[in-house]
């Protein structure tokens, strides 16, 4: 059994419930998961006693939140001691469309060049559309999104694959394949190229 660290940042709550299914899905493999926002500072002192480590965070506006950019950046020392993971949640992970899929590589490089953080794996997660509890300008930018994935910009669609959530748990979770033994995430490379990034 491994003690997983799972920090979010959520705009609207969608990330909240991705990171909810994915810390219920560790747990199934018999890890302990804890869940705090990264604005708590439950977020930052649980990284001590954690094996490993995940970070969820959304894009708005071609960013991901400015208190998960300050997170990355003021523990990117810890969270680069351990196995480490970076779940994006964007309804953009929705399309099928390379320019669309180039856009979230420049987003992560943005990120990842504003933190000392290198994770070990990248996920990008469908969001869900839901235009009501959108402000005017993010409604706009919501639009837009639903445009290039093909969907009603006005109805609320559920775009997450929850098997491909369950199934990336599955790979965090093989990073420790025996009980209370954790093993180095594979694949570590510096600096972090698009190349090895899960779809």
């Known amino acids: 059994m491994a003690r997983f660290s799972v ?3 959520s705009s609207e709550g969608r990330t909240r419930v991705v990171v909810d299914h994915l810390a219920d899905a560790l747990r199934q ?7 705090d926002d990264v604005g708590t500072p439950s977020a930052a002192e649980a990284l001590p006693a954690a094996d490993a480590v995940v970070v969820a965070g959304s894009i708005h506006g071609g960013r991901m939140q400015p208190r998960l950019i300050r997170f990355a950046s003021m523990h990117g020392v810890a969270l680069s001691e351990r196995p480490s993971a970076l ?6 992970a929705a399309s099928s469309e390379a320019a669309v899929r180039a856009r979230q590589h420049e987003y992560l490089a943005t990120f990842l060049a504003n933190t000392p953080w290198r994770p070990d794996v990248v996920e990008f997660v469908a969001g869900a559309l839901r235009p009501a509890a959108l402000g005017p300008l993010r409604r706009v ?8 994935v093909g969907v009603d910009p006005k109805g609320e669609v559920d775009f997450t694959d929850w098997g491909s959530v369950a199934r990336f748990a599955q790979s965090l ?3 420790f394949p025996r ?3 954790p093993i180095r995430a594979p694949g570590r490379q510096e600096p ?3 190349e090895p990034l899960r779809w």
């Open 7 to 9: 920090a979010y940042a």
């Open 29 to 35: 493999h018999g890890h302990q998961v804890t869940v």
């Open 87 to 92: 779940m994006i949640v964007s309804m953009s």
């Open 141 to 148: 930018q919501a639009a837009r999104v639903a445009r290039h």
């Open 173 to 175: 979770a093989r990073w």
């Open 179 to 181: 009980v209370g033994v």
């Open 192 to 194: 972090m190229r698009p």
